[in-house]
């Protein structure tokens, strides 16, 4: 009977895996274009968890963003952010769906979504945040 277990045990952690390789890798991809008045833009399709995502990088250390338009700042967890080499910055605080948490405001950071790229961002560090990152409003 043990061993039974396992080998579902074993299967079940297999299909997972392939749930996760699948919604990750096969996931329509952004598609990046040129507007007749020279703008660029970026369409996002929606993933099938009903979000949109795009990669990017913090200071060329390379992530994930979830688009948040509810989010005032570009938001990274803790980890991200000394992995990435972000200096302290100051205290803040935040109020996000799960209430109001505190964390560090950095400015002048340089933030890459797909394509564009952009220098002198300000960024939320979130210490108990994880996962990818929150693409802001700014």
Known sequence: MKGHLFWIAVW???VFVGYLVSERFMAPRPVARSLD???????IPVSPDG????????????????????????????????????????PGYFSTANGSVEGRVVKDQTVKADVFELSGITVAVMPAYRGEGLLGQN
Request: glycine content about 14%; hydrophobic content about 40%; aromatic content about 10%.
């Open 37 to 43: 008045d020279g703008r660029r833009e970026i369409v």
């Open 51 to 90: 979000h949109y995502y795009l990669e990017g990088a913090v200071n060329g250390v390379p992530l994930r963003f979830m688009v948040d338009t509810g989010a005032s700042y570009v938001s990274l967890g803790a980890e991200f952010a000394h992995s990435a080499r972000l200096p302290e910055g100051i």
């Open 12 to 14: 079940v952690g297999l």
